[in-house]
Nanobody, 120 residues
Framework: QVQLVESGGGLVQAGGSLRLSCAASGRTLRTVGWFRQAPGKGREFVAAISWSGDITPYASSVKGRFTISRDNAKNTVYLQMNSLKPEDTAVYYC???????????????WGQGTQVTVSS
């Protein structure tokens, strides 16, 4: 089984940037997704990346601001977040894909999450 650990969250002002990391151990990652969950909200898809990195879907709310990438030699997936907005405030999770879609139920092996807070 794969174990995932997110890191890189923190407190930033609106317009700032953060880079999140998702480090995996125990198994080579294939498709990996980033999700986020704000207080009182459901878990929301943010971005995903295929094993080869050639397929990278993004949620419309983050497209053009966030960039997902991976380093397979390090078994790590990254999420570069630029031009952050207060509405980006959430706990961010990475997960390994287990289904065929991009919904929460299509992913498993969730990490513990990392908090991102964007102040205005």
């Amino acid at each position: 089984q794969v174990q995932l650990v997110e890191s890189g969250g923190g407190l930033v002002q609106a317009g700032g940037s953060l880079r999140l990391s998702c480090a995996a151990s125990g198994r080579t990652l294939r498709t990996v997704g980033w999700f986020r969950q704000a207080p009182g909200k459901g878990r929301e898809f943010v971005a995903a990346i295929s094993w080869s990195g050639d397929i990278t879907p993004y949620a419309s709310s983050v497209k053009g601001r966030f960039t997902i990438s991976r380093d397979n030699a390090k078994n790590t997936v990254y999420l570069q977040m630029n031009s952050l907005k207060p509405e980006d405030t959430a706990v961010y999770y990475c997960a390994a894909r287990s289904g065929s879609g991009l919904g929460v139920t299509d992913f498993g092996s969730w990490g513990q999450g990392t908090q991102v807070t964007v102040s205005s």
